[in-house]
T-cell receptor, first 114, second 116 residues
Framework: DTAVSQTPKYLVTQMGNDKSIKCEQN?????MYWYKQDSKKFLKIMFS???????INETVPNRFSPKSPDKAHLNLHINSLELGDSAVYFC?????????????FGPGTRLTVT | AQSVAQPEDQVNVAEGNPLTVKCTYS??????LFWYVQYPNRGLQFLLK??????LVKGSYGFEAEFNKSQTSFHLKKPSALVSDSALYFC??????????????FGTGTRLQVTL
């Protein structure tokens, strides 16, 4: 029973392409997140959604567009991929957004742009 | 903005010995602090958190962390390390005031290597 799942696990694509990463959580959480982990393992939040509503957007390029069809799903679409987008992208969820609830992370999607 | 610092890129310890992974924080107001662990090719797993109350917080897998307000530290500890504890450890702080959207701001991570 995977709590937070992501697909695909690996994604290799060429510069300029458009790609999507999907995330689903079965924990009944209200809040979901996207994080980017670079090659030095530095982890930084990109977006946060609460009940399908965008609440955090951390100065991410417009090429990145999150979409939340319902509170159990948060997808990430990336247009015109660049070399610098190569990273591991983690989805996470938490019970709420205002309280210091712990976050539960998915296994990650390793994106390689060539 | 809130921040945490992990001064050590790597910590090496022999199995059976106590381990400490250091974290210091910089916050305005009450700190909400977390420790996460990342095993190779895996997502982060929650270990423990400090919200309020006892300065010694117990978490998963025998780990604990000591909150020290005067030293603004939240070091992760374990009395007896296991080889299976070898992983990347992240300290994090909740960033965002009460009643607003909050996020976690992570430290740069500390790689723990436990050897036989």
């Amino acid at each position: 029973d995977t709590a937070v799942s992501q697909t695909p696990k690996y994604l290799v694509t060429q510069m300029g392409n458009d790609k999507s990463i999907k995330c689903e959580q079965n924990l009944g959480h209200d809040t979901m997140y996207w994080y980017k982990q670079d090659s030095k393992k530095f982890l930084k939040i990109m977006f946060s959604y609460n009940n399908k509503e965008l609440i955090i957007n951390e100065t991410v390029p417009n090429r990145f567009s999150p979409k939340s069809p319902d509170k159990a799903h948060l997808n990430l679409h990336i247009n015109s991929l660049e070399l610098g987008d190569s990273a591991v992208y983690f989805c996470a969820s938490s019970q709420g957004v205002q309280d210091p609830y712990e976050q539960y992370f998915g296994p990650g999607t390793r994106l390689t742009v060539t | 903005a809130q921040s945490v610092a992990q001064p050590e890129d790597q910590v090496n310890v022999a199995e059976g010995n106590p381990l400490t992974v250091k974290c210091t924080y910089s916050v305005s107001g009450n700190p909400y602090l977390f420790w996460y662990v990342q095993y190779p090719n895996r997502g982060l797993q929650f270990l423990l958190k400090y919200i309020t109350g006892d300065n010694l917080v117990k978490g998963s897998y025998g780990f604990e962390a000591e909150f020290n307000k005067s030293q603004t530290s939240f070091h992760l500890k374990k009395p007896s390390a296991l080889v299976s504890d070898s992983a990347l450890y992240f300290c994090a702080v909740r960033d965002g005031g009460t009643g607003t959207a909050s996020k976690l701001t992570f430290g740069t991570g500390t790689r723990l290597q436990v050897t036989l």
